[in-house]
T-cell receptor, first 110, second 114 residues
């Protein structure tokens, strides 16, 4: 069964510092991974997906199949990046099934 | 209203009550989902509907009964729930089921079972 682990429940950095939110997955096939974000008082929304190899709001994430990781990185964190971040995995024979990890709460201090 | 809406936003019910959660999407999507978010557990998929047909039941107890009368509406009928069913229930929709189909989430219904 596929599984996603986000080892850090809480992560705090200062504005302007680099930030990396860790995500590890366990999946036997070819996983499709995403990062979703939930800002305060807003609903959960897609941030980026690995198949698009995109950079959104300065964030990037590279799928490392050797380390089974999909860490989210930003070189210079901003206060508005403070939010809950999830790294779900889509795959297998389950239609449209996203498997979520516990999530990481990022706080960027001024 | 745009996007995905859910009603009610908050619900308190007894274990013998019967209630329903409603989700409506205004995006013209073909797939809809129910997720459960408990206090100390990851967000967990419950059901997936595609073109009004259930395509995924993630081992959910029968006291939760989904209904999708059309592609814009999704219900979750609740009966004889347990206190451990208290959670945030999120609805989502997407154009299709593949990886390029972003899931759009509603604000959730906060359910408390007494």
């Amino acid at each position: 069964a596929q599984r996603v682990t986000q080892p850090e429940k809480l992560l705090s950095v200062f504005k302007g510092a680099p930030v990396e939110l860790k995500c590890n997955y366990s999946y036997s096939g070819s996983p499709e991974l995403f990062w979703y974000v939930q800002y305060s008082r807003q609903r959960l929304q897609l941030l980026l997906r690995h198949i698009s190899r995109e950079s959104i709001k300065g964030f990037t994430a590279d799928l490392n199949k050797g380390e089974t990781s999909f860490h989210l990185k930003k070189p210079f964190a901003q206060e508005e990046d403070s939010a809950m971040y999830y790294c779900p995995c889509l795959g297998g024979t389950s239609y449209g099934k996203l498997t979520f990890g516990q999530g990481t709460i990022l706080t960027v201090h001024p | 209203e745009t996007g995905v809406t859910q009603t009610p936003r908050h619900l308190v019910m007894g274990m013998t009550n019967k209630k329903s959660l409603k989700c409506e999407q205004h995006l013209g999507h073909n797939a809809m989902y129910w997720y459960k978010q408990s206090a100390k557990k990851p967000l967990e998929l419950m059901f997936v509907y595609s073109l009004e047909e259930r395509v995924e039941n993630n081992s959910v107890p029968s006291r939760f009964s989904p209904e999708c009368p059309n592609s814009s509406h999704l219900f979750l009928h609740l009966h004889t729930l347990q206190p451990e069913d208290s959670a945030l229930y999120l609805c989502a929709s997407s154009q299709g089921l593949g990886s390029y189909n972003e899931q759009f989430f509603g604000p959730g219904t906060r359910l408390t079972v007494l």
